[in-house]
Nanobody, 124 residues
Framework: QVHLVESGGDSVQAGGSLRLSCAVS????????MAWFRQAPGKEREGVAA???????IVGDSVRDRFTITRDNDKNALYLQMSSLKAEDTAMYYC??????????????????WGQGTQVTVSS
């Protein structure tokens, strides 16, 4: 059974940085798709960044050049490095993976296994 546990969320000032972590069990982060999503109050969950087994990545337009997705295969963990944070980055952040092994990593709709989330609050 896949288990995802996010951590690293905090309250920061605009312009600050944070690194979110996702500890993964029951699944190998280097084997297939992994992604970060976020959901702000009153808004739909949106994909932020994703990575495939080869290490290729995509990043959402709203966070491009500010957020970076990485992984540590030895620690079986996924990370989201966030810099130049803005108030609009305030949200609950989730790591996720597809339940299906045939998923296309760049299809946000393919992700259906979630962690409990970690809160990021950015004050201006």
């Amino acid at each position: 059974q896949v288990h995802l546990v996010e951590s690293g969320g905090d309250s920061v000032q605009a312009g600050g940085s944070l690194r979110l972590s996702c500890a993964v069990s029951g699944y190998s982060v280097g084997r297939d798709c992994m992604a970060w999503f976020r959901q702000a109050p009153g808004k739909e969950r949106e994909g932020v960044a994703a990575m495939d087994a080869a290490g290729s990545t995509i990043v959402g337009d709203s966070v491009r050049d500010r957020f970076t997705i990485t992984r540590d295969n030895d620690k079986n963990a996924l990370y989201l490095q966030m810099s130049s944070l803005k108030a609009e980055d305030t949200a609950m952040y989730y790591c996720a993976t597809p339940r299906s092994g045939d998923a296309w990593c760049w299809d946000w709709g393919a992700y259906n296994v979630w962690g409990q989330g970690t809160q990021v609050t950015v004050s201006s």
